[in-house]
């Protein structure tokens, strides 16, 4: 069964970039009824969607944080990523990759989530 | 400040139907279908509900959900200790051309 799992520094440094990765098992990132996503969650807060990316390297990006966010696509290597630029303590929060399915217009598979601290 | 408008918390008894809400507008509810996830502690969200009122194979037919013009609505009848939870509602809006989530309701099963 498909499986979700994200990696990446679990501290970052202020002003620095936040880079995870997403890799996907068990099943193929290039098929063409997904595309796949980051969503956030700030400790004690709600979810945040960060942005989307399809398997061509299209994507969709929360116009809150677009101008810092790059989510970019390995095919070969069965991967996605995001990287968020600039960060500061508002950053810090759960990290979960999640694939959205076409079909049900939904996020139906998601990561176990990564804790990401911004300090320094 | 959430896009998706929720309760902050609801809760019942055991046995009870229990119902949350979520409150958008025309840009995102009121012309896209809504999705409900479940959120119990410390895990990752789960898909609950897809458009509107769809349940993924797995999810108990205790769990329904609907919609109406700019709102949307999840009942949880037959309440368990289980489904003490975190219950995000999301949907697309074609105005911000994302995802939007409902600020969540902390469900607490008394």
Redesign the interface.
């Known amino acids: 069964q498909l499986q979700l799992q994200e990696s990446g520094p679990g501290l970052v440094k202020p002003s620095e970039t936040l880079s995870l990765t997403c890799t996907v098992s068990g099943g193929s990132i290039s098929s063409s009824s997904y595309y796949w996503g980051w969503i956030r969650q700030p400790p004690g807060k709600g979810l945040e969607w960060i942005g989307s990316i399809y398997y061509s390297g299209s994507t969709y990006y929360n116009p809150s944080l677009k101008s810092r966010v790059t989510i970019s696509v390995d095919t070969s290597k069965n991967q996605f990523s995001l990287k968020l630029s600039s960060v500061t303590a508002a950053d810090t929060a759960v990290y979960y990759c999640a694939r959205l399915n076409g079909g049900l217009s939904a996020f139906d598979i998601w990561g176990q989530g990564t804790m990401v601290t911004v300090s320094s | 400040q959430?896009v998706l408008t929720q309760p902050p918390s609801a809760s019942g008894t055991p046995g009870q139907r229990v119902t949350i809400s979520c409150s958008g507008s025309s840009s995102n509810i009121g012309s896209?279908?809504v999705?409900w996830?479940q959120q119990l502690p410390g895990?990752?969200?789960?898909?609950l509900i897809?458009?509107n009122n769809?349940r993924?194979s797995g999810v108990p037919d205790r769990f329904s959900g609907s919609k109406s013009g700019t709102s949307a609505s999840l009942a949880i009848s037959g309440l368990q200790s289980e489904d003490e939870a975190d219950y995000?509602c999301?949907a697309?809006d074609d105005s911000?051309?994302?995802?939007?989530?409902?600020?969540?309701t902390k469900l607490t099963v008394l």
């Not at chain 2, 911000?96 to 969540?104: D, K």
Request: aromatic content about 20%; hydrophobic content about 30%.
């Open positions: 959430s896209n279908t999705n996830y895990t990752a969200p789960k898909l897809y458009r769809q993924p995000y999301a697309w911000l051309n994302g995802v939007v989530f409902g600020g969540g």
